[in-house]
């Protein structure tokens, strides 16, 4: 079992820069691939960006490759997401999630765990 918290979002302006952090309890968290979604308004939930437990290969959405960037630090047990050049089509709600293997890695349904979100809004 996982536990996922995450925290760090908030207002920023376009072209400004926010960082989210996302906490998980449990001894196995290592052997997790870690994934960052977001669900705009009127919106279905998509994927950002992803990473493997090794942390050897990290995934993008192309709408925010080149911008944004995700890390984990296994010994603390975080995930983060560092979000510069913000824009304003970046405003949603912001979710981690937690899985095994990494097959599909960009779909959804194939995470395990959830943490409750955390609101990010892009001012123009």
């Given amino acids: ?13 376009a072209g400004g820069s926010l960082r989210l952090s996302c906490a998980a309890s449990g001894r196995t968290f290592r052997s997790y ?9 009127g919106k279905e939930r998509e994927f950002v960006a992803a990473i493997t437990w090794s942390a050897g290969s990290t995934h993008y ?3 925010v490759k080149g911008r944004f960037t995700i890390s984990r630090d296994n010994a603390k047990n975080t995930v983060n997401l560092q979000m510069n050049s913000l824009k304003p089509e970046d405003t949603a709600v912001y979710y ?24 990010v809004t892009v001012s123009s």
């Fill in 33 to 41: 691939t870690m994934g960052w979604f977001r669900q705009a308004p």
């Fill in 1 to 13: 079992q996982v536990q996922l918290v995450e925290s760090g979002g908030g207002l920023a302006q």
């Fill in 61 to 63: 959405a192309d709408s």
């Fill in 96 to 119: 981690c999630a937690a899985r095994v293997g990494v097959t599909t890695i960009r779909n959804e349904y194939g995470y395990d765990y959830w943490g409750q979100g955390t609101q």
